[in-house]
Every structure is written in C-alpha cells, then in structure tokens.
C-alpha cells in the first residue's frame, strides 16, 4: 500500500467513527443509563447530615420503608431547573426524600438550598462522592428509587420532571406499597 493513502485511510476512519456516533446519539435515548444494581440491594452508608456534620444518617434509619434518593448539587444547573418540581411535587411520592448532595461544599450547599429551596427531608453529604461511586453515580441530578427492604427499584439520570413523578414513581410506588412485607 501506498504510504501516501495511510493519512486519508486514517481520516476516513475517523469520519466512519464519528458518523456512528452521531448516529447513536439520535437514536437512542442517552439519557437511559443502565445500573447494573437495580434490583439488587442498595449500599450501605452513613453519610454527615448537611446541617449536622457530626450526625450521620443511612440506610439503618430507612430500612422497613421505601424513599427517594435524590442525588444534586449546588454546581449542578440542571439542579437548580428541577428543583421548582420537587418543591412542589415531592411530597405528593407520600416517601421521604433524601438529598444526596454530591461533591460538594457544604457551604455552599447549604447556601443553595436556602436560595431556591429545600425540598428534602434529610439532606447528607458526600463530600468526596466515594458512596456515589457505590450507587453508579454519573453526576447530578440523579434519583434513586429504593424500596423498604432496601433494593433499588428505580434509577433516573437527569432533571426530575413531572412526567417522571407521575408516570413513572408513583405506579412504581403504588405496585411497591401493594407489595407484601416479610
């Protein structure tokens, strides 16, 4: 082969890679991240409590009931989009819902919450996300729907929305609520 044509084989490589690419991207849904822990049991961790540094909260304190883990951060802007949406439509899950604040300061956490909002029951502190890289964490926002025996029912990457509450974690928790304890 021509030592010349080497480069132009190169490009035409790369422009078969990137055409693929773009490809995928329009056809699937980017967002849909598979977790390899769904239905499997969730980590366990005791995390600092966002306004009680020296109290930790976990799974011990959740077990025998369902809740929404709800990972964010104060330099997430997506974060600050969904938030209207759990202020209004977080309590309507009838769980409690756990913010996972996510590498993060916590001053300025506790900064941000008191700007637009704290929609949380319990926020906790991961300050340099080792339990996120437990749960498969990308980034923020993500939420985890766990159930009371502490399986992870329900992962969703991105903004919650109120599409995602109502057609999707309120069936789940419907059929989890209906579901025998033992």
């Not at 035409?12 to 056809?27: C, I, S, T």
């Not at 598979?34 to 020296?54: I, N």
């Not at 209004?88 to 637009?116: E, M």
């Amino acid at each position: 082969m021509n030592a010349r044509m080497l480069p132009l084989l190169g490009f035409g490589l790369l422009f078969a890679l990137l055409g693929f690419g773009l490809w995928y991207v329009r056809d699937h849904d980017i967002t849909e991240i598979p977790s390899p822990l769904l239905g499997k049991t969730a980590p366990t961790y005791a995390l600092p409590q966002l306004d009680a540094p020296d109290t930790s909260f976990g799974t011990a304190q959740l077990m025998g009931k369902p809740y929404l883990l709800h990972v964010f951060a104060s330099w997430c802007f997506v974060c600050r989009a969904e938030n209207p949406i759990l202020m209004t439509k977080g309590k309507r899950l009838g769980v409690p819902l756990i913010g996972f604040d996510y590498k993060d300061d916590p001053s300025d956490a506790r900064l941000w919450l008191q700007q637009f909002g704290n929609p949380y029951d319990v926020v906790i502190s991961d300050l340099d996300g080792t339990v996120g890289i437990d749960f498969g964490v990308y980034g923020a926002p993500e939420s985890f729907l766990i159930d009371g025996k502490g399986v992870i029912r329900h992962k969703h990457v991105g903004a919650m929305t109120d599409e995602v509450i109502e057609s999707e974690l309120i069936p789940l928790l419907d059929r989890i609520r209906q579901e025998p304890t033992k």
